[in-house]
């Protein structure tokens, strides 16, 4: 049996069946027998003893994990690591990543995905949540929910060789919903190993499904590779009618805010797909304050990401503010009549060191502005 069922059932016993597995180093913790969280333990191994009756797992200051296999989790659950001295966990085999059944927080961690050929985060092909049946285009099909959400937070995702996060094929039109994905605070280094025509680095078209809300903040994604996906955010083709009869969702919400992207979507680029919600009055899109360099290469950033709807009739819908998008020669995308707001920055931001992943900005207007991920951001006078 892999680990990842096992993890399964462990997880189940121990934060939804009894008050608490083994006790974890802290001061309410007495006797012999208690148990530490040490370098070199497998992941799945240490949320397994180590989850709280809330699903969370709390890491202490600096311990360094590794993840061997696949770990699936089939309840909600945290993970979080000091915010002073972030765990670090290295995923240690081609297929190392997780997979969930419900809301995932990462917080405070370094991850080292290197070695892994899997996605980071994917949602499970065997759901252990119940479905919501819709008839739609004359087929029944099976709509899985995740309530909690799906958040990473002050971490650094260094190697991602695959998808960010994905879903699966699920037998029997079954199709995947995540209520809220979050990055926030954080640091992606992607090393894609080939382009692709279809892939997406949050990519929820296996099945067809959409996030009901999105936000990259305050966060950084960069590619370190030749190579890319041609899109940054792929949905299927199901739209707002059909979530609403199954959960009661009224509207969608997409956002960049504040975030830095380098060399992403770079080849043939398109950056968002979603046609089950392009052009609905019930989508909402919002990119502020963001600088975009060499991405999304066929076609503007703001097209793209409004997947080629302007929202002239209904501008309430989109939301631009002190966007970069800089072209690798060092010109710049026409947003055309997506991006209309005329504070479209076409100043290059002088990054300090982007081969060493160092974006640190100074005296350019995103500096004076503070555009982009706040922790390159420096004052100009400094």
Same mark, same amino acid.
């Given at each position: ?12 016993a121990?934060a ?12 309410t ?24 009756a809330?699903?969370?797992v709390?890491?202490p200051?600096?311990v360094?994990?590794?993840?061997n ?22 995923f240690?085999?081609?297929d ?5 059944n ?7 961690i370094?991850?080292?995905?290197n ?9 499970s092909?065997?759901?252990a949540v ?7 285009w ?9 309530a909690?959400?799906i958040?990473v937070i002050n ?8 998808f ?5 094929k ?6 995947w ?8 605070n954080?640091i ?20 067809g +499904?959409?996030?009901?809300?999105? /936000?990259v903040? =305050?966060? @950084? %994604?960069? $590619?370190?590779t030749d190579?890319?996906?041609?899109y ?8 707002i009618?059909?979530?609403k ?18 060399n992403v979507?770079?080849?043939?680029g398109q ?7 392009a ?13 975009f360099w060499?991405?999304s ?8 990401f409004?997947? +080629?709807?302007?929202?002239?009739k /209904?501008?309430? =819908?989109? @939301? %631009?503010? $002190? ?6 020669d ?11 707001t ?11 060191d ?7 900005i ?10 982009g ?5 420096t004052?100009?006078?400094?």
């Amino acid at each position: 049996m892999k680990k990842s069922l096992i993890l399964c059932a462990a997880l189940l016993a121990c934060a939804f069946g009894f008050q608490s597995c083994d006790k974890v180093d802290n001061p309410t913790g007495t006797g012999p027998t208690e148990a530490v969280i040490d370098n070199g333990m497998d992941l799945a191994e240490v949320a397994t003893k180590f989850v709280d009756a809330k699903g969370v797992v709390t890491l202490p200051a600096g311990v360094e994990l590794v993840l061997n296999e696949p770990v699936e989790f089939v309840r909600p659950i945290t993970i979080v690591g000091d915010e002073k001295e972030p765990a670090t966990i290295v995923f240690n085999s081609e297929d190392a990543g997780f997979i969930i059944n419900g809301g995932l927080t990462l917080k405070n961690i370094k991850f080292d995905c290197n070695a892994s050929k899997a996605p980071f985060i994917q949602l499970s092909k065997n759901p252990a949540v119940n479905a919501s049946k819709v008839n739609a285009w004359d087929t029944d099909y099976y709509f899985y929910l995740i309530a909690d959400p799906i958040e990473v937070i002050n971490c650094y995702v260094d190697g991602v060789n695959s998808f960010f996060l994905t879903d699966n094929k699920i037998e029997n039109n079954g199709v995947w919903f995540p209520t809220t994905i979050l990055v926030d605070n954080s640091i992606v280094r992607l090393s894609t190993p080939a382009n692709s025509s279809s892939n997406a680095y949050f990519y929820l078209n296996n099945g067809g +499904g959409f996030a009901k809300e999105m /936000t990259v903040k =305050n966060s @950084t %994604f960069y $590619n370190t590779t030749d190579f890319g996906f041609r899109y940054f955010v792929r949905y299927g083709g199901f739209g707002i009618d059909q979530a609403k009869e199954a959960f009661g969702w009224d509207k969608t919400t997409l956002s960049y805010e504040n975030s830095t992207f380098y060399n992403v979507c770079q080849n043939d680029g398109q950056w968002g797909n979603y046609n089950g919600l392009a052009g609905k009055t019930t989508s909402f899109w919002t990119m502020t304050n963001c600088i975009f360099w060499n991405c999304s290469t066929s076609g503007s950033v703001p097209r793209r990401f409004l997947h +080629g709807k302007d929202y002239s009739k /209904t501008p309430e =819908n989109k @939301t %631009f503010l $002190n966007n970069t998008y800089m072209k690798k020669d060092g010109t710049f995308q026409d947003p055309q009549n997506y991006d209309t707001t005329g504070t479209n920055i076409e100043e290059d931001p002088q990054f300090a060191d982007p081969s060493k992943g160092d974006f640190t900005i100074k005296g350019s207007k995103q500096a004076e502005l503070g555009t982009g991920d706040p922790r390159w951001v420096t004052t100009i006078n400094q």
